[in-house]
C-alpha cells in the first residue's frame, strides 16, 4: 500500500514538473540559398523555383514559376504577333494570356529537367527546375509542322472528294478552331528563338483562316418542300440556315447543297380543339449523294386549323432553335 502511494506522488510530482517545463520552439530552417535567389536565365536555361508540401509538389510549383515567367513572355510575343496577322478570330486579352499560361505548362511538362531538391522539415521541400530552350523549341517545332503536314494530306485527301458546299466549310472549320492554339505555340517559339523562321506558319495560318471564309461565302441551301405541310414549314427552316451565317438559293441549280423537306400531316379533333400531328423528314444532298437526314414529330393544337397549324410550325422552330445546323442536318451528331 505504501509503495503503492509513493509511486502514485511521484508520478504525479513527475507529471507536475513536465507541465511547468516550458516547450522550445522549434529552429527555424532557412530555404536553400537557391531557392531565395534562383539561378538567372540564360541563353541556353530557364529555371523555376518552388516549395511544397512534398517532393513532387515543389516540382510541380518549381515548374509553374518556370512556366509563368515563360508566360509572361510569351504573351507580349503573341499579342503583337496577333496584331500583325489580323487573325480572323476574337481576341480577348485576359482569356489569351490564361490560355498562354496553359499551353507553356503543358509544354514544359514533357520538357524539363530537376536540377535541386532539398527537404528543411518534416512537410517543407523545395526544387530547382531548368528547361533547355533548344529542346523546348525544337519540340514545338516538330508539333508545329506535324499539324500542318497533317492538314495539308487531309485536305488533298478531302478535296478529292468532296465539291464547295457545306461539308468543305465544315473541315474548314475544324481546322480553324485550332488556329488560336496554334498561334500560341508559334509565340513561344518565337519567344525561345528569336531568329526562328515563321513564314510556314504564318502561311498555314493565312491558308487556312482565307479558306474558312471563302467556304462559308460559297455555301448556298435550296430547300425543296414536297407537300403543302412542307411548304408551311419551310420559313422556320430558312431562319434556321441564315441565322447559322449561310445563304439560300433560288434553284437547285444555284445552290452547293440541296435538302428535301418532306412533312405528312394528320388533323384530329377533342374537347373542341384542333389537334394537328405532323412527321417531317429532311434530306440533306451534295449533289446527287444523300449525305443526312433527320425526323421531327411536331405537334400543334388551338380552337381552330389556322391557331393548330401556327402552332405546329412554332413547335418545328423550337425543336430547331435547340440543335446546331449539323445536327439539323443529321450530319455526324454532335
Not at 480572323?88 to 494570356?97: H, L, M, P, V
Request: proline share 2%; aromatic share 10%; net charge positive.
Amino acid at each position: 500500500m505504501m509503495m503503492r502511494f509513493i509511486f502514485t506522488l511521484t508520478l504525479g510530482l513527475l507529471l507536475t514538473a513536465c507541465a511547468e517545463t516550458p516547450s522550445k520552439p522549434l529552429p527555424l530552417i532557412k530555404p536553400p540559398a537557391w531557392y531565395m535567389m534562383p539561378p538567372a536565365d540564360t541563353q541556353l536555361d530557364l529555371y523555376g523555383a518552388g516549395a511544397g508540401k512534398s517532393r513532387e509538389k515543389a516540382v510541380q510549383a518549381a515548374l509553374n514559376d518556370l512556366a509563368s515567367k515563360l508566360g509572361v513572355q510569351v504573351s507580349s510575343q503573341f499579342k503583337l504577333q496577333h496584331k500583325s496577322t489580323n487573325s480572323a478570330y476574337a481576341f480577348d486579352e485576359e482569356t489569351s494570356d490564361q490560355k498562354i499560361l496553359t499551353e507553356v505548362q503543358t509544354t514544359t511538362l514533357n520538357q524539363y529537367q530537376v536540377v535541386k531538391t532539398e527537404q528543411t522539415g518534416y512537410d517543407r521541400f523545395y526544387a530547382l527546375v531548368k528547361t533547355d530552350k533548344t529542346a523546348l523549341a525544337f519540340a514545338i517545332r516538330n508539333q508545329l509542322q506535324q499539324q500542318i503536314e497533317s492538314f495539308l494530306h487531309a485536305e488533298k485527301q478531302f478535296l478529292k472528294a468532296h465539291q464547295a458546299g457545306y461539308l468543305t466549310w465544315q473541315f474548314y472549320d475544324l481546322e480553324n478552331q485550332k488556329l488560336p492554339a496554334f498561334e500560341r505555340q508559334v509565340a513561344i517559339l518565337q519567344t525561345l528563338k528569336k531568329r526562328e523562321n515563321t513564314k510556314i506558319y504564318t502561311d498555314y495560318l493565312t491558308d487556312v483562316s482565307k479558306n474558312y471564309q471563302t467556304a462559308k461565302a460559297s455555301v448556298k441551301f435550296f430547300i425543296n418542300a414536297t407537300s403543302s405541310t412542307a411548304n408551311m414549314l419551310q420559313l422556320a427552316l430558312e431562319n434556321k440556315i441564315t441565322a447559322s451565317g449561310f445563304s439560300l438559293a433560288a434553284t437547285a441549280k444555284d445552290a452547293t447543297d440541296n435538302i428535301n423537306l418532306e412533312a405528312t400531316e394528320k388533323s384530329t379533333q377533342a374537347y373542341g380543339f384542333t389537334i394537328i400531328r405532323s412527321q417531317a423528314t429532311i434530306a440533306f444532298y451534295e449533289g446527287q449523294k444523300q449525305l443526312g437526314s433527320n425526323q421531327f414529330s411536331l405537334k400543334g393544337q388551338g380552337l381552330n386549323n389556322e391557331q393548330a397549324s401556327i402552332n405546329l410550325q412554332n413547335d418545328f422552330k423550337q425543336q430547331l432553335q435547340s440543335s446546331s445546323l449539323q445536327q439539323t442536318l443529321g450530319l455526324n451528331k454532335e
